[in-house]
């Protein structure tokens, strides 16, 4: 599966940005089934989960990001999303999509630069 992920940049620290992923077309039917989730690489750090978001759309968040990331999917668009506001300078990071099929197989996306500025 060939995610696209897009929306990152450059945000003062109190700001916010909408993270899209989108899947393919070829995977339409298919797509409700999965579960997607968004990860973060800091710099110098490893990959870490900011959220996911179950075929049944049930939520689980990093306690990092609680109370200020929301993740939602738009399954007849087949994309998911991740709200961020209250933006802080760590939460500057690559931000990656995932997906994983039922059968356990993942995807990544090329990932999308966040910057967040003091």
């Known amino acids: 599966v060939q995610l696209q992920a897009s929306g990152g940049g450059l945000v003062q620290a109190g700001g916010s940005l909408r993270l899209s992923c989108a899947a393919p077309?070829?995977?339409?039917?298919?797509?409700?089934?999965?579960?997607m989730a968004w990860y973060r690489q800091p710099p110098g750090k490893q990959r870490e989960l900011v959220a996911l978001?179950?075929?049944?759309?049930?939520?689980t968040y990093a306690d990092y990001v609680k109370g200020r990331f929301t993740i939602s999917r738009d399954n007849s668009r087949k994309k998911v999303y991740l709200q961020m506001n209250s933006l802080k300078p760590e939460d500057t990071a690559v931000y990656y999509c995932?997906?994983?099929?039922?059968?356990?197989?993942?995807?990544w996306g090329q990932g999308t630069q966040v910057t967040v500025s003091s």
């Open positions: 978001i179950s075929s049944s759309s049930a939520k």
């Open positions: 077309t070829k995977i339409f039917s298919v797509f409700r089934t999965y579960s």
């Open positions: 995932n997906s994983q099929e039922t059968t356990g197989a993942e995807s």
